[in-house]
């Protein structure tokens, strides 16, 4: 009778990312919103957008596979709230605004998305209100439909996983309608609770400045984001020079990003490879936004380098030294060979046969072992990039 008692709807709490989740996603890729978010407003980071991994959020840790591989995984980190990829825990935030919910578990290169209406275009001011223990200072951006409007955030240690603390961020330009925002982890480690938005001025009072730069895939472009839209009549490289490795290197080429005017691609007259340290100075008066007002000269602006990483040759390479990962997983080694270098092999999570899935034997630490290779060789260069793919 309990049973019956407990089956009743209104005993029941209705959970729509699981609903979504059973019959929207299997044939719908998009991203729906979890809740009614509007700017200016509260925003809890527990109410990320609805859908699949890589399109409502990227997480390291999303599914479970122990039906094949034979270990358990937990999606979700925090077992409460939600039941998607993202890692939910019970928050003891005393502010009265926190919804009792944290995301937690923050990794690099992670995001979550929410989709929210803007009521008017404007410059906001941001507080958000976030936890940390990690001396290592997380870091996360803010983007608006793909595009930085924060700049670097750096969380500094608050002292404890539950011990909150907000941080001020002025002037973040939004543009009214319905905007997906991402916030993007560059360096994992903090808990999140929630972002509040308020107005702060008018746009064209906001002074154009640069936010943040990386390079572009696997391609030697650097792209620096804008807080604003660029007057494309402005661009030259003058003014502009980067720094690698700590030497002074011209710019070759720059140009508008045709797909985001807010976005200039710049070429270094150097090869950058994936352990340089990138930088760019601007000292020019010439760079202007179309409401005419004037890039802010800045010096020492660190790119984020997102080129994959080369291995020596000759040299060894770990098998665990991978840029790419299908489903395989990590585990320590019993391999006590003088050539061993670390205590990691990689774990298989299952072999094709001709009748079906089963599982396979570890694969020791010898990357001539693994499924498939790749080696890509370099120009100007006696490195090589090996791809497990």
Partial sequence: MQLAENSKIENCIFRKDIIDAMFRQVNDASAKPYANHHIPGLIHFSDFDMGKNGVAYKDKEFADYHVSSGTYTSWNNGWVYRNDGVDVETCFDSDPQSNDYNVGWTEDTEWIQYTVQIDSSAAYNM??????????????RIKSNGSDISGTLMLTSTGGNQTWKTLQAGDLILYKGINQLQVYIDKGGANLGY???????????????????????????????????????????????????????????????????????????EELMDGDNIKLNYS??????????????????????????????????????????????????????????????????????????????????????????????????????????
């Avoid at 746009?203 to 895939?217: G, W």
């Avoid at 665990?320 to 997983?329: G, M, T, V």
């Avoid at 205590?343 to 999570?349: A, F, S, V």
């Fill in 127 to 140: 507080d958000l209100r976030y936890a940390s223990s990690s001396l290592a200072t997380p870091r996360i």
């Fill in 195 to 269: 972002m509040r938005f308020s107005l702060s001025k008018k746009i064209e009072d906001v002074p154009l400045r640069s936010l943040s730069a990386e390079t572009y895939q696997e391609t030697q472009d650097i792209y620096l984001t804008l807080n604003k839209s660029i007057n494309p009549a402005t661009i030259s490289s003058t003014g502009f020079e980067g720094n690698v490795n700590g030497q002074t290197v011209s710019v070759s080429s720059v140009k508008i990003n045709s797909l985001n005017p807010q976005q200039l691609i710049f070429r270094l007259s």
């Fill in 284 to 389: 020019g008066t010439g760079i202007i936004a179309l409401d005419e007002s004037l890039l802010a000269t800045f010096t020492d602006l660190q790119v984020i380098n997102n080129l994959p990483v080369h291995l020596a040759v000759p040299g060894k390479i770990e098998a665990e030294a991978f840029s790419y990962n299908r489903r395989l997983q990590l585990e320590t080694t019993t391999d006590a060979g003088a050539d061993k270098t670390s205590d990691i092999q990689i774990q298989g999570t299952s072999s094709i046969t001709k009748s079906g899935f089963q599982k396979a034997a570890p694969i020791p630490l010898m990357p001539v072992l693994l499924a498939k290779v790749r080696l890509a060789f370099l120009s100007s260069s006696n490195l090589i990039k090996a791809e497990h793919y």
